[in-house]
Structures are given as C-alpha cells and as structure tokens.
C-alpha cells in the first residue's frame, strides 16, 4: 500500500457522520480518549486512536457500531461515564477472552470498547487456526445455543 502522509496509517477506517464535526471530535476525543490528527475546515476530521483511526465527517448522522480495544475497558468506561457517554452495558467478562462495554456517542454510534484478559485458543470455538506463527484466520461459530454472557 503507498504511504500517504494526508492519511492515516490503518488499513480500515470507519467513517462517522455529525451534524457538528468541531463539537463530535471534541468530544469523542474528551470522552473516549481519541486524538485529532488532522482537521478540514469543520466538515471532516481524522482522529486516531492507537494505530486505528476515525473519520468524522459532517452530515446526517446514521448509527453505525464502532469496535475499539482498550487497555483497561473498566477505566475507560469510567471516564466516558464522567463525560458524559451514554452507557448501554457496563463492564462484563466474556468467554471468548474480552472484557467489554458499549455506549452511544452524541450522535447515536454505537462503540464498544473491548479490553483483552485471556488468550482464547480460537479451536475452542471450532475455528481452524493458521499452520504458522502469523495471526490466525478461520470461520468459526458459537452453537446457536451459547450463552455468551458467562
């Protein structure tokens, strides 16, 4: 991939729609710890966040679901909470190895911030992991019946 400094660096980037860009990057950046790394006039703005990165750009706001991995998710809920976030499921422990929570920005984007606590064998889950040391890829699936709340 050519490197474009005008860009980030990550390889998917969400974008998110605001009526206000300045107020929706202040507070997404206040409230769940993004960085602003560039702003256009106050119709886009790119916010990074360890090496993932947000573009929020002005218009009509149509919900979308954000996934972000934290160091510490009960932290972070703390501080998006004293922001302000809406909380819509607190901090909770998840077989598949994550500890996560959800909450809703001011423009109805749904975010959950997922901090990892174990190392899950994705075999467990009936996946097929790489024959390598690289990142696993695999289809895999819970039972239909799995009670993921444990």
């Known amino acids: 991939m050519r490197p474009n400094r005008s860009v980030p660096a990550s390889s998917v980037i969400p974008v998110l729609a605001y009526p206000d860009v300045t ?15 560039l702003r256009v006039g106050d119709h886009r703005a790119q916010l990074i966040y360890g090496n993932g990165a947000v573009i929020v750009t002005q218009g009509e706001s149509a919900p979308a679901t954000v996934h ?7 932290a972070h809920h703390e501080h998006a909470y004293a922001c302000g976030a809406e909380i819509t499921s607190e901090p909770a422990d998840y077989p598949y190895g994550e500890r996560q929570y959800t909450a809703v920005d001011p423009g109805g984007h749904r975010w959950t911030f997922s901090q990892s606590i174990a190392d899950v064998d994705p075999e467990w889950w009936g996946g097929t992991p790489a024959d390598d040391d690289t990142d696993w ?12 709340t444990d």
């Open 137 to 148: 890829v695999g289809v895999f699936s819970a039972p239909d019946d799995a009670d993921l």
């Open 68 to 74: 972000v991995r934290v160091e510490d998710a009960v």
């Open 23 to 37: 107020a929706a990057s202040d507070w997404l950046c206040d409230a769940f710890g993004f960085r602003e790394r």
